[in-house]
């Protein structure tokens, strides 16, 4: 299966005997539903919604992603809050990105670059970038150079060492940026849900992921400071608000609504709380975004709930003394991003800081904080964090990503800040820490066997607690 789209080829029937028939015989007899060729860019706003729908999954994005660095927390079927993550989520998410989001990406690479549209091909190499990073980050070794190969016969792909799987995201990403500067094509702004067919912005975008990724492996070997320094210097980076890569939904119906909506619909915002740390973080702090993050309960207070508890009502912790998601995040029409001037102004901070890039950290650090703020519906300049160099960087990556559930798990991971998180009370038996991966799917351990032994062996295991490669803290 290498796309979900069928498309129907247009059957011609010739018939010698009529030889009177009229020169536009073609034109007349063609079906305008059943075309023989698609516009490259067809499939481009089904992507994007599917991607971001899957990065934002509330099983597991917000179950696992959100709950174990403790932005979030479950006071009811809190299964996964205890490191007991729903295995038919994690399955979910593993073949609707490789199904539905990388091989319609590598059609969509392949109609557009027959086309000579680079354009578009600009924007299949994006999201498929995006989309084998969160995997990888989520799981550590995965199939990339042979992934969706099934029309070839391969139905076994191997596992990419991750670090080899970051050298294709970059190649990906590098050629996806000369395509944009190239200015061969377009793309249909009404495909586009993004940014509406502006590739000076795809540009931004295309180059803002791959300084993100960049950063991911500061503490690796592939690290490259100079390539940091030069997208720096590009003019090409997401550094304000109105440069975000996010789509902005239009119904209440899935998947065209905001995913956590569908929470809201059946009525089980209770099973949804804040979590202990960032709750209190944010108290101690004075940070106005709280009252956006979260609702007060029924006392007026902010309170969360810390992870784990097989009971959480009996242990005080139930709903309706812990504060719930804030109204801002669930309703149908609330923005999600793929990536944000907020997050890539607290990355130039730390790059500045750490790795030579010119500029001010300070200064970018506070960009960073009113760029969060703005998008929280604040004002700019309305809250100063403390400064106090890596520490602070590091404590407002993880608070600005709030309700990005794998941005924030990648980021704790990464900087191990903050790093006082507490085990969650009643783990699953033999997890001794937070989780930092998920297991291989159930799918691919029956039908991938070997390769899934092969990848266990080479990261050291396929446990929760098993460290991607970049973790080297």
Request: net charge negative; hydrophobic share 40%; with cysteine.
């Amino acid at each position: 299966m290498k796309n979900l789209f069928k498309y129907a080829l247009a059957i011609m029937v010739v018939f010698p005997m009529f030889t009177a028939c009229d020169g536009d015989f073609d034109e007349v007899n063609t079906n305008p539903n059943d075309p023989v060729e698609i516009s490259e860019d067809l499939q481009l706003g089904y992507i994007e919604r599917t991607l971001l729908n899957q990065v934002y999954d509330y099983f597991a994005s917000g179950e696992c992603a959100a709950t174990w660095p403790q932005h979030l927390s479950k006071p009811i079927y809190n299964d996964a809050d205890r490191y007991f993550p729903r295995l038919s989520a994690l399955n979910a998410f593993w073949n609707t990105m490789y199904a539905s989001v990388i091989a319609d990406a590598d059609e969509m690479n392949r109609l557009a670059g027959e086309a000579g549209n680079r354009a578009v091909q600009g924007a299949a190499l994006t999201l498929k970038a995006i989309a084998l990073q969160t995997l990888t980050d989520a799981f550590g070794d995965i199939p990339a150079s042979e992934a969706n190969q099934g029309d070839q016969g391969n139905f076994t792909p191997k596992y990419d060492a991750q670090r080899d799987v970051y050298v294709q995201i970059f190649d990906m990403l590098d050629t996806a940026i000369a395509h944009f500067n190239s200015g061969a094509g377009s793309i249909d702004g009404g495909q586009d849900l993004i940014y509406g067919g502006d590739t000076a912005k795809w540009l931004k975008f295309a180059t803002s992921i791959k300084f993100r990724a960049m950063m991911r492996v500061s503490d690796t070997d592939l690290f490259d400071a100079s390539a940091i320094q030069a997208m720096a210097n590009s003019g090409n980076l997401i550094t304000t608000t109105a440069d975000n890569a996010f789509i902005a939904f239009e119904t209440e119906n899935a998947p065209n609504a905001n995913p956590y909506y569908d929470i809201v619909l059946n009525g089980r915002e209770a099973e949804w709380c804040m979590g202990e740390a960032l709750v209190d973080h944010m108290l101690a702090a004075g940070d106005p975004r709280l009252a956006v993050y979260a609702n007060p309960n029924a006392d007026g207070d902010y309170v969360g709930k810390p992870a784990g508890y097989i009971n959480p009502g009996l242990s005080g912790y139930g709903a309706g003394v812990v504060s719930e998601i804030g109204d801002f995040y669930m309703q149908y029409d609330t923005p999600l991003y793929f990536i944000n001037a907020a997050q890539v102004n607290l990355l130039l901070a730390e790059a500045a800081l750490l790795h030579g890039v010119s500029g001010d950290p300070q200064s970018f650090f506070m960009d960073g904080i009113n760029a969060s703020l703005v998008q929280n519906g604040l004002s700019a300049g309305s809250f100063t964090p403390i400064y106090n160099g890596y520490q602070s960087i590091a404590e407002q990556l993880w608070v600005s990503t709030y309700m990005q559930g794998y941005e924030t798990w990648a980021e704790w991971r990464r900087t191990d800040i903050p790093n006082d998180l507490d085990l969650a009370v009643d783990p699953q038996p033999g997890v001794g820490s937070i989780p930092t991966r998920y297991t291989y799917t159930n799918d691919e351990l029956s039908l991938n066997g070997a390769n899934v032994g092969a990848a266990t062996a080479n990261q050291g295991g396929d446990e929760l607690t098993t460290k991607v490669w970049w973790d080297q803290n």
